[in-house]
């Protein structure tokens, strides 16, 4: 009769599998420490660069949480490529090796180590599925997950138990990036609340704090789909409580990345409040981080926390009366593009672009002169360049909405009819991305501008025709600029109606 392995047998059969496997995760994931095949992979490096990478995606005055960088075309060196394909490559290596591992360490046999196992195949999985458009990989993440903490429980191994809970709240969050509800973002705040109530500040306090960051990363992306600040306000708490601990004397960079956070999220809320009070905030926490993020050290960090503090002083010019704001906003999207290069960084430097768009814009609106009207349809055509609708559709509809802006308000000043011409131009060709299914509210401010651009023609030309346009098109965009939701919009498009049907009654005399 054959004798049955004892349970020392199991773990040298599958010692070989899980050693492998450990190796292999260790050297593919980012910021991951050496550990040893009974404890757990922890994923608890902060994901808040995650809220500025895809934040920063999104040009002024409509700023975006983005799911996944679409339609990208991969513009590495062949080499990083290779390394890319070969490092994928051994990620499923190892999540072939740790489901080996669990065909000897079964959850009856080994409990722990089974739940341990379960733990690194997660980060594995997790690891593949942002390599990977598909969600599958996440979502097996997650289940491994969570079957690790149906043994790992808070009371038989309280560390593992939070650990597991953080890297459960990170593979939350990458799925959540890639949908538009809210779930998967509630059970990531509640993952890292658990967390949170093992890593206690006295006893861990990095660990603490670096939780509190995740935490308010996904408070962030929840506040962002919800209508209310109150998720917004808990963000700003929890970076707060985070910089107790990620000191400057501790951890500069860390410091100077959370300031970051925090100032973009005090820009999110001052965005949504009549004050300028949060926005003053945003803008010194920027330029706190800046004292960290210099350029000589981290050229690339120092650019962009150039523009975003270029993006809050454009938000702050935009509610006063003088061009100060609006000057040195201008001043500071130009410093970033001495960085944020299109040979080194072609989205981002569209984006900068862009950025530097909206805020020579709002200066020629308050100059006679035109020059900085110019100026902003030059920075316009220039993101054009690498935000092509093939690349990044949105993106692309949405700087061709702000060119029509810039090239109407150079219309308006002008006496013939090139200009409105082409902001119409523009305006319709944002139409064929920005769709009402898709975008409704960019769709309908973007019906509004082109409204206004065709009644402007029409008046010019004395062209029913074009009127008749821009009154269907002001009233498009009634239909979803409601009160509730877009008041001083629906308020300026009602008063572009209004002028149009007069100027429509004048011409049938």
């Avoid at 060196?77 to 490559?89: I, K, V, Y």
């Avoid at 219309?411 to 991305?433: K, N």
């Amino acid at each position: 009769m054959r004798k049955r392995p004892s349970q020392a047998e199991h773990h040298d059969r599958a010692t070989p599998c899980i050693d492998v496997a450990v190796v292999i995760v260790s050297g593919c994931a980012s910021g991951a420490m050496a550990v040893c095949r009974r404890a757990p992979l922890c994923a608890m490096c902060s994901i808040a660069g995650i809220l500025l990478r895809l934040l920063r995606r999104s040009p002024l005055p409509c700023p975006a949480w983005r799911s996944l960088r679409q339609n990208r075309p991969d513009r590495r060196p062949a080499a990083l490529r290779r390394s890319g394909r070969a490092a994928t490559a051994r990620l499923l290596g190892a999540v072939v090796a740790f489901r080996a591992a669990m065909e000897e360490l079964t959850r009856k046999r080994v409990p722990l180590d089974w739940a341990m196992t379960q733990s690194n195949l997660g980060l594995a999985l997790m690891r593949l599925g942002e390599r990977e458009s598909a969600t599958e990989r996440l979502e097996e993440a997650i289940a491994a997950y969570r079957a690790a903490l149906e043994e790992l429980t808070r009371e038989h191994a309280p560390r593992m138990w939070a650990a597991t809970q953080t890297n459960l709240g990170a593979a939350l969050m990458r799925l959540a990036e890639r949908e538009t509800g809210t779930a998967r973002v509630e059970e990531a705040v509640t993952a890292y609340r658990a967390a949170l109530e093992l890593f206690n500040r006295e006893r861990l306090p990095l660990d603490w704090a670096r939780t509190q960051t995740n935490l308010a990363t996904a408070l962030v992306l929840q506040g962002m789909r919800e209508s209310g600040t109150a998720r917004l306000e808990e963000a700003v708490v929890a970076f707060r409580a985070a910089l107790e601990e990620h000191t400057r004397e501790r951890v500069p960079l860390d410091w100077a990345k959370t300031q970051n956070n925090l100032g973009l999220v005090l820009m999110m809320l001052g965005s949504r409040e009549s004050g300028t009070a949060r926005l003053e905030e945003a803008a010194a926490a920027y330029r706190a981080a800046l004292e960290e993020h210099r350029r000589r050290r981290v050229p690339m960090q120092w650019a962009t926390t150039k523009a975003s503090l270029g993006n809050v002083l454009v938000r702050l010019g935009e509610r006063e009366r003088g061009t100060a704001r609006l000057e040195a906003a201008v001043a500071v999207h130009r410093a970033a593009l001495e960085e944020v290069t299109r040979e080194r960084a072609p989205l981002d430097w569209a984006m900068t672009q862009a950025n530097l768009g909206l805020a020579l814009m709002l200066l020629g609106e308050r100059e006679r002169e035109t020059t900085h009207l110019e100026d902003a349809v030059a920075a316009y055509r220039a993101a054009l360049q690498e935000y092509t609708r093939a690349r990044v559709p949105l993106d692309w509809a949405m700087t061709q909405a702000s060119l029509g802006l810039a090239l109407a308000r150079l219309g308006e000043r002008e006496t013939g009819v090139s200009r409105l011409e082409e902001a119409v131009a523009a305006h319709r060709a944002a139409l064929q991305e920005s769709s009402r299914e898709r975008v409704p509210l960019r769709w309908a401010t973007t019906q509004a501008s082109l409204g206004l651009a065709l009644m402007m023609l029409g008046e010019r030309e004395r062209d029913m025709a074009r009127l008749e346009d821009a009154a269907a098109a002001c009233r498009a965009a009634l239909e979803e600029m409601t009160r509730e939701r877009m008041p001083l919009e629906r308020e300026k498009a009602q008063e572009s109606l209004d002028r149009t049907l007069r100027l429509l009654a004048a011409r049938r005399g």
